[in-house]
């Protein structure tokens, strides 16, 4: 089992930066792989980006590339997403998930989720 606690969202005007954490309980922390998903009410929940359990591998969706970076730190048990260069069509509310199985793209693969965080861009 894993607890998932999203934290650093806020309000913020485009060109700014922000960075999400994704904070993870259970020793097998290390195992997962761990996504950040967005959601606009009205819409399906889109993939942001998604790094693997050992961090070796990371991948991002094209509406983020280059602007935002995701990363781990096992050690503290923390999955972080640096945001740079932030527009409006950014807000949303933020999730993280983790799968033991899968780094996928798909939030249906994901079995743990945090409660989210919003992120607010204002242009």
């Known amino acids: 089992q894993v607890q998932l606690v999203e934290s650093g969202g806020g309000l913020v005007q485009a060109g700014g930066s922000l960075r999400l954490s994704c904070a993870a309980s259970?020793?097998?922390?290390?195992?997962?792989?761990v996504a950040w998903f967005r959601h606009v009410p009205g819409k399906e929940r889109e993939f942001v980006a998604v790094?693997?359990?050992?961090?070796?591998?990371?991948n991002h969706a094209d509406s983020v590339k280059g602007r935002f970076t995701i990363s781990r730190d096992n050690a503290k048990n923390m999955v972080y997403l640096q945001m740079n260069s932030l527009k409006p069509e950014d807000t949303a509310v933020y999730y993280c998930?983790?799968?033991?199985?899968?780094?996928?793209?798909?939030?249906?693969?994901?079995?743990?989720w945090g409660q989210g965080t919003q992120v607010t861009v204002s242009s």
């Open positions: 998930g983790a799968d033991a199985r899968y780094a996928s793209s798909d939030w249906k693969e994901y079995d743990y």
């Open positions: 790094i693997s359990s050992s961090g070796s591998r990371t």
């Open positions: 259970g020793r097998t922390f290390s195992s997962y792989n």
